[in-house]
């Protein structure tokens, strides 16, 4: 019976945490500390407490002392960002309550807590802490509540700063209350426990981990395929299963998003397509093939209904029409024909849609059709010609669901306007039959559609139609027998002042636009045409005053106008607008010999803020960025969007001067930079509905181009000031570059460069140098292969001269894909030779290098198809390189050092490393930059960077190598800060292969 209770207790306990992790560390840990309550916590309360505090006092001292250390040269050189970079890594720091360093004066240069940054320290410990002015390592505060310690900064026994780490004593005392609470009585027993505890929940919690650590792992890399394969109902597979969904809800939106901006833009261009067409036929197969291709349908066409009740395809989009030509459709709901979706939506005068076509039992006659052609999904939509129905437009898609609620909005919004604009044409040939058969009209005189009277030659009205008196309220009885004038239809024009009548009597006719008012005294927009009736005998007799309301036209102008030349989202003008105002701007200028300026501004770093925050924050960023330069310039300036993140600043008669001219802009642009340098409120959706506030800052780049109206395109104008632009950039950004007519030199120079460049490498004009390594007893490690340009006019031409250009134009990769095949024959042949054997070769590569899908697959052929043995092989890269993808550069690191290649730093010191990423790289050395050496010799500028090299080399474990020794003080000087590895002009200059295996024989023999 024991034995019976006993295992039904344990299979209770087993079914109460086989659904839960956390029930299961509830037992686990809940029963330890049962068993261990009742132990002899007391005796070892007080030594615990002892240890804990002293370990939190040394963990604190550790991070001050890293802190220090790390952030003595920025403190020196008073960079404050690079101080706030080095903070932001000790923000995540357990039990971290602030982290910051102060000058020697107290004021706050970087802090975890960026409120403070500037601010002076007042309390009391920091007080004590200044007015000691012996640089030594303080113990300003050990509590219960809280460890303050403070490190001094110095720099050649030179106090410039303070290092302080405050941390939280919550966690110790935590620890502390459950040491009290510990049993000794059952301490083996508890320890047995505590080992099968974490054992078991080491087991049932790796997998599942595991699983989600490779989702998360590929969410990193940007994949959204990876989907968690966790069962259950526990916390973890629960979270698995959140994960999926959330996944799943993240590309949905995305692929939605991307389909309603196709969407949108096929809007847009059938608008102006609407502007640009005068036939009918050409505009409707336009459309159909816009739709097609910006939103990527299966098909689109146009099908008319005929007096049958047949619906025929008047045009469409299928360059195959084999589906296009099996159709017959009818609207006879009776008829298997009639159960298209274009038939419905006819019947029904509204749009029908079939997002699951195949799915659709009454749509089965067409189901082979559909699924010969690959067609899912179908939308119809009914045209309407002067508000009746004369066919309809129909769209497929390959997808099932494809049409939503938005698409259907905003197809409809289309079909609106293509209505519209047939209207439009039914309307322009209305207008112009009724005044060439003005005459013949008699018969259609009251069910016209526009306002008639009829005055006799003196302009004495002797009639008017209905819709005269519908339009302008006056009834016929009112109007009959007064004058034009008498009646006060048209104000402002003086009742068709003498000027408009003369102007009918000399052309037969007149027409234009006037302000018209009807009774109530509604004023209105009316199009308005005069036509001389004649008789047989050459006299005139009559007037025919007609005339329509074109409110509705002249809203729907403004609303096309303005799609066509403003930007939808700043709305500014586009770049269409700009670049008609700027050919005015120039023909002004021009003529009045004045002089003008164009601004070309690009927001810096965008791309981060649209790809970490989202676009909905890139958006509001570039509508708050328009409304500022709005706010910076003169009424008379014109501010227009050109494109992504970029902007022009259109400024006229900035004056007669052209000195005078450039310095007013450059004035403009300050504004605006200081404008731009504000901080940006922008607000975030939150997954629940809320929002929240986010501040963002950013800057501008600016490039001015001032102009003077002769011998210059708009086009080449924008040319100047975007060249301006890039030169702001390369400055640094958050700053503002004059054109230079140098700068196109500069840009012509490049071109013929760059032509050349390209012809040395059809021409295998490019040579391998190298150049010795050693280690500090002079004995030969290996060597440098360096690319060198024997150029047939220039000779020898350094890498500085052409990487750069090489790196833009894409040349690079073929060129350093070339470098690595020598440098492996290299080590193929050092490989046969008994002295050289040993030597190991590095080469530099690029990022374009680095970056590219199959480059390890392509260096592991260069090794097999060379036999070179790829331990010696070790590949040199800059850390701009590196950080530029630092995930997928980790990931290529890796797959080629399990290949054995090595991989070393070079120019280290002169970049931005995160140490964070430093420890994550597979490298084996760190070359320290020549410019931080050459230095050394005398003056010693830069002895903390280098000691800090050495420093942090030996304590990740990494070869340090000293590149541009050339004097034996700079070698015993490296020495002496425990450098290791040298090259440099002191053991070898490069030169070619033949010459440095010679030369090697020689020393070595």
């Known amino acids: 019976m024991t034995a019976f209770f006993r295992f039904r207790l344990w299979e209770s306990l ?31 309360l007080k030594q615990q407490q002892h240890i804990l505090d002293q370990t939190s006092i040394l963990r604190a001292k550790a991070l001050a002392n890293g802190l220090a250390n790390s952030s003595s040269s920025w403190v020196l050189a008073n960079d404050v960002v690079g101080l706030q970079e080095i903070l932001q890594g000790y923000a995540q720091t357990p039990n971290l309550i602030r982290a910051f360093v102060l000058s020697p004066r107290g004021q706050v240069l970087a802090s975890t807590r960026t409120n403070e940054i500037g601010l002076y320290v007042s309390d009391d410990l920091s007080q004590q802490l200044l007015s000691r002015q012996q640089p030594k390592t303080r113990l300003l505060l050990a509590d219960r509540h809280m460890i303050d310690v403070a490190v001094p900064i110095t720099v050649n026994a030179h106090l410039v700063g303070w290092a302080r780490i405050e941390l939280d004593q919550q966690a110790t005392q935590a620890n502390l209350r459950s040491v009290a609470v510990a049993s000794l009585k059952f301490i083996v027993v508890t320890v047995v426990v505590l080992l099968l505890v974490s054992l078991w929940l080491s087991t049932s919690l790796i997998k599942p981990l595991q699983s989600l650590m490779r989702v998360a792992s590929a969410i990193e890399t940007g994949s959204r395929a990876e989907r968690s394969q966790l069962e259950g109902n526990n916390e973890i597979s629960q979270l698995g299963r959140s994960l999926n969904n959330m996944l799943d809800t993240l590309v949905r939106s995305e692929q939605q998003l991307d389909l309603l901006n196709r969407v949108y833009a096929a809007w847009t261009e059938s608008v102006a397509t609407i502007v640009r067409e005068s036939d009918e036929y050409s505009l409707l197969t336009r459309i159909c093939n816009i739709l097609k291709e910006k939103i990527r349908l299966r098909l689109v066409f146009v099908g008319m209904l005929d007096a049958s009740g047949q619906i025929k395809v008047l045009t469409h989009s299928d360059s195959e029409p084999g589906y296009v030509d099996k159709l017959h459709i009818s609207v006879d709901p009776r008829s298997p024909y ?11 005068k509204q749009p029908c849609i079939l997002n699951d076509l195949l799915g659709e039992p009454e749509a089965q006659f067409w189901h082979k059709l559909a699924r010969e052609a ?39 919004g289309l079909v609106n306007d293509i209505s519209y604009a047939l ?53 016929a009885e009112e109007c009959i027998g007064k004058s034009p004038k008498q009646i006060a239809c048209w104000p402002q024009q003086a009742a068709l002042d003498l000027a408009v009548w003369d102007n009918a009597d000399a052309e037969q006719c007149w027409q234009g636009e006037v302000d018209s008012c009807r009774k109530d005294g509604e004023h209105y927009p009316q199009w308005l045409s ?30 096309i106008y303005k799609l066509a030349f403003y930007d939808p989202l700043t709305d500014l003008p586009n770049r269409r607008l700009l670049l008609e105002k700027l050919e005015a701007a120039l023909i002004a200028n021009q003529r009045k010999g004045g002089y003008g300026a164009v601004m070309f501004l690009d927001l810096d770093r965008f791309k981060i803020l649209n790809d970490t925050q989202g676009h909905n924050l890139g958006d ?73 506030l986010v501040e963002h800052y950013s800057s501008a780049s600016i490039g001015v181009a001032v102009f003077h109206g002769s011998g210059l395109s708009s086009e080449d104008l924008l040319n100047q000031a975007d060249m301006a632009m890039y030169q702001a950039k390369q400055a640094g950004r958050n700053t503002l570059c004059m054109f230079d007519p140098q700068m196109q030199a500069g840009l012509n120079k490049r071109a013929a460069l760059e032509a050349e460049l390209r012809n040395g490498v059809e021409r295998n004009q490019f040579k391998l140098f190298y150049q010795i390594q050693v280690d500090q007893w002079g004995r030969a490690l290996g060597a440098e292969a360096m690319l ?73 052929t260069m090794l097999s198809r060379t036999g070179a043995n790829p331990k010696r092989l070790i590949l040199e890269v800059t850390e701009n390189e590196v950080l530029g993808s630092v995930e997928n550069t980790i990931a290529i690191m890796q797959a080629l050092k399990e290949l054995g290649v090595g991989f070393s730093m070079d120019d280290f010191g002169t970049g931005y490393s995160s140490l964070t990423y430093l420890q994550r790289l597979p490298l084996t050395q760190l070359k320290i930059d020549r410019s931080f050496i050459s230095g050394s010799s005398n003056v010693r500028d830069h002895d903390s960077i280098v000691r800090t090299i050495l420093v942090l080399g030996q304590s990740l474990n990494l070869q340090i190598m000293a590149e541009g020794v050339e004097t034996e003080q700079q070698l015993d000087y490296l020495i002496s800060g425990g450098c290791q590895y040298f090259q440099g002009y002191l053991f070898g200059y490069p030169e070619p292969l033949a010459e440095f295996n010679a030369r090697f024989n020689r020393q070595t023999s």
Not at 381 to 386: A, D, K, M, Q, Y
């Open 374 to 412: 690959g067609i899912q999904s179908v939308a119809a939509f009914p045209l309407l010609r002067n508000k009746h129905i004369i066919g309809g437009l129909a769209v497929y898609s390959e997808q099932t669901y494809f049409f939503s609620d938005s698409i259907i909005t905003l197809l409809n």
């Open 530 to 559: 005069i036509t001389k009736v004649i008789n047989q005998q050459g006299h005139l007799t009559h007037y025919v005053v007609t005339f329509t309301d074109i409110t509705e036209r002249k809203l729907n102008e403004a609303r």
């Open 14 to 44: 087993r079914r109460f945490g086989r659904e839960s992790i956390h029930r299961r560390l509830a037992l686990a840990f809940g029963g330890v500390s049962l068993l261990m309550m009742l132990g002899l916590a007391g005796l070892l």
């Open 338 to 348: 009639g159960q298209t979706v274009l038939a419905r939506a006819i019947r029904q």
């Open 788 to 860: 060198r340009w024997q150029h047939p006019r220039r000779g020898i031409v350094e890498p500085r001269e052409f990487i750069v250009l090489a790196e833009e134009s894409g040349v690079i990769v073929g060129l350093g894909n070339w470098a690595l095949l020598e440098a492996c024959t290299t080590l193929a042949t050092w490989a046969r030779l008994p002295s050289m054997a040993d030597l190991n070769l590095a080469v530099n590569i690029s990022a374009k290098q680095l970056s590219q899908q199959n480059f390890v697959e392509q260096l592991q």
């Open 620 to 692: 509001q960023l570039l509508i708050e960025a328009g409304k500022r330069l709005c706010r910076s310039v003169r009424e008379v300036d014109m501010v227009a969007r050109h494109g992504g993140d970029e902007f022009v600043v259109l400024l006229e008669e900035l004056s007669a001067n052209e000195q005078s001219a450039a310095i007013n802009a450059q004035k403009i642009g300050n504004k605006i930079l200081n404008e731009m340098n504000q901080v940006y409120c922008l607000h975030q959706v939150n997954p629940d509905g809320t929002t929240a």
């Open 423 to 475: 209207d439009n044409f039914d309307r322009e040939r209305q207008r112009t039959q009724a005044e060439i058969e003005l005459t013949l009209a008699a018969s259609v005189f009251e069910n016209s559609q526009e306002g008639i009277m009829i005055t006799d030659a003196d302009k004495t009205i002797r009639r008017v139609n209905l819709m005269f008196s519908v339009l302008t309220g006056y009834s």
